[in-house]
């Protein structure tokens, strides 16, 4: 039996899709990324309609490093968001050609504290071109908040 009892969603339209592509993409212009040189862009979408974007920043001291992912949740939280059914990630090197850029392990667990096991990872090279994966695909068997309950 899952211990996540939180909604199920439904999956964007691509209209949607492609629209967080484009914002995603756009975000890759603002990360701050003078010692990896890779660019990595984020739209998060908010079960209430909300996209929330984000782009990696980088630290000399380099465990201070934010995702781009977590940099999205930490605005939408702020924002007052909690629910969430989809995220859509671009990443780069410097010569700017976007490949299927996967979250790394503490921005799944991330993803894990807020979202059901169906929440939709898009990895996006263009708004046609991307691979889809559950959090349940990306991230199976995580510890959720539901393990701290009694
Ligand atoms: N990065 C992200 O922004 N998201 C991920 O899930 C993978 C890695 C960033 C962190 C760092 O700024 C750069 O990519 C290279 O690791």
Do not use: W
């Amino acid at each position: 039996m899952s211990m996540d009892t939180r909604n199920q969603s439904a999956e964007p339209d691509r209209e949607t899709i492609g629209k967080m592509c484009v914002m995603a993409a756009d975000m890759c212009k603002r990360s701050y990324v003078p010692y990896s040189g890779f660019h990595v862009g984020a739209a998060l979408l908010a079960r209430d309609g909300r996209i929330f974007t984000g782009c990696n920043v980088e630290n000399a001291s380099y465990p201070a490093c934010t995702c781009a992912e977590r940099t999205a949740f930490a605005k939408a939280v702020s924002e007052g968001a909690h629910e969430f059914t989809a995220i859509v990630i671009c990443g780069c090197a410097e010569d700017g050609v976007f490949q299927y850029c996967p979250p790394c392990g503490v921005c799944r667990q991330v993803m894990g504290e807020f979202c059901s096991g169906d929440f939709r990872i898009y990895l996006a090279k263009t708004p046609q071109d991307y691979e889809t994966y559950t959090l349940d695909e990306l991230m199976p068997k995580r510890f959720t908040p539901a393990y701290l309950r009694k």
